[in-house]
């Protein structure tokens, strides 16, 4: 079986933009890659808009945990795709380092979370081509 490779999305906290991304990552790029996510403070629950603003797209991240980078028990990801908070992503070992900035939308009006979560999505998507050459979309 071939090996894939191993793709973290991180953020300070893992409960919203990190966990979103984790699942549409699992959703586009099945046979791609490995989705994880993590992050290097994790906040202990998983941000209940994010649980149903992902619903909205029949995606259910509602048995999702926030975690530790070291909760993964893995020593090197080929890419550690950072969410924009301004965790410091080399602390992690990678063979490639990407921020793609997106803000945060804990707290926000429900158009601000689904635009963010569109962005997200879009992201996974784009990257999943250019690194990949496709997406399961």
Not at 6 to 16: A, D
Not at 50 to 64: H, Q
Not at 107 to 131: L, N, W, Y
Request: hydrophobic share 35%; glycine share 8%; aromatic share 10%.
């Amino acid at each position: 079986m071939k090996k894939l490779p191993k793709v973290l999305f991180l953020c300070i906290h893992n409960s919203c933009r990190s966990q979103m991304a984790e699942a549409f990552g699992k959703l586009h790029a099945c046979g791609f890659y490995e989705s994880y996510s993590a992050g290097s403070k994790p906040s202990g629950k998983v941000n209940i808009d994010a649980t149903t603003y992902m619903a909205e797209r029949s995606i259910d991240i509602s048995k999702a945990t926030s975690k530790s980078i070291k909760d993964l028990g893995i020593d090197i990801f080929d890419y550690v795709i950072g969410m924009g908070c301004g965790d410091i992503c080399p602390l992690v070992p990678a063979k490639e380092f990407i921020n793609w900035n997106i803000p945060d939308p804990t707290g926000t009006p429900p158009e601000f979370f689904r635009k963010v979560r569109d962005k997200i999505e879009h992201k996974i998507v784009e990257f999943t081509k250019a690194k990949f050459g496709g997406s399961n979309d």
